[in-house]
């Protein structure tokens, strides 16, 4: 959600958003300053505090503007939440990996997800690519080997949603989402960086671009879709957003990886384009809705989910505008904590303090207002 601001930022310069963003990010960070807030955290799953720290990180890459100095800082918080999610690797079933939750009673602690294992991947390549310290870089390294290890990724790099650690991991749930594709593609793109250019890394990223050809459509060419349940009209709240995702990491891995600019470049031109076509819709004529393959004719859905892939997906086609993003000694302003979230994770004093309903559901209203107007004003980007 809040990355998107910051890509729009990034790619606009236009400022509107960045204080909203701001405070949105820094509200959530909790007493810890790992994302770990008092009014999430009893349903908080290690893939949600992942995101949190992935937009932390393109804040940090970006040098969208810092905190002030008494507030916690991106990049410290990126690392408060590697060191968090490391001391969670879980060495009891399936000989590693992150569990989808954190805490055993919420559902789903006995499922070992890709994405979840992804977000930490892609933040811990994109620290040892800012910071310089390999140790990070191990730990993408192991994530990544661990994850081809159990079939979470085929050897032609499909991404399967995830596996049961009660049967050590030996069946899968082989749906495929896009946003799965997309976090380990940027963070393979960020490893090849860092390596300067390894024929591994290359490899890699080559197989995971070429994997998300399912996720663009055969009769509409180059135009993304989300495979699994747009074509069902069945998509979640969550997944109606991940076309987004994909659009954002395929954009930002040209600049750490740019043999893949031409494959990415006509994807995102197609999808930008027919995405415009789809915000057409609603009373005001300009609601986006998800089915990009419709050629025009709005699909009568509305929400978040549909107005951030269409900003996402339009924006990223300004990626040969702007910088690659920058690191601790190219010019990233960030302050970081190597020590940041080495505090143990526990169950106890997690009951919400001071955060009503009615905050999170204004914040959330106050989200919405705000994409729909970015989306509105994006229509220049591809005019």
Known sequence: MFGTLIDYWFYTGDTTYNDVTSQALLFQVGPDNDFMPPN???????????????????????NFPDPPADQPQWLALAQAVFNSQAARWDTKTCAGGLRWQIFTFNGGYDY????????????????????????YADWAEK???WVASV???????QIFDGTDDTQNCTSLNHIQWTYNAGVYLLGAATMYNYTNGSAIWRERVEGILNATEIFFSPTVPNVMYEEACEPTGKCDTDQLSFKAYLAR??????KLADFTTDFVMEKLQASAAAAAQQCCGGSNGVTCGLKWTNEGVW?????????MSALEVIASNLISKVPAPVTGITGGTSKGDPSAGTAPTTADGLAPTGVTTGDKAGAGFLTALVLVGVV????????
């Not at 079939?151 to 790099?157: I, Q």
């Not at 990491?249 to 040209?254: E, G, Q």
């Not at 509105?376 to 005019?383: N, Q, S, T």
Request: one cysteine or more; hydrophobic letters at 40%; proline letters at 1%.
């Open 40 to 62: 999430q955290t009893k349903t908080e799953g290690n893939d949600d505090q992942g995101f949190w720290a992935m937009a932390a990180m393109s804040a940090a890459e970006l």
């Open 376 to 383: 509105g004003g994006a229509w220049w980007m591809i005019a």
């Open 151 to 157: 079939g979470l990724m085929s050897p032609t790099y």
């Open 112 to 135: 070992k997800n890709s994405i979840s294992n992804g977000c930490f991947f892609n933040v811990a390549a994109r620290l040892a690519r800012y910071t310089g310290n390999s140790t």
């Open 249 to 254: 990491w395929m954009a930002a891995s040209t």
């Open 143 to 145: 994530t990544y080997d």
């Open 299 to 307: 699909d009568g859905t509305y929400g978040v989910g549909q107005q």
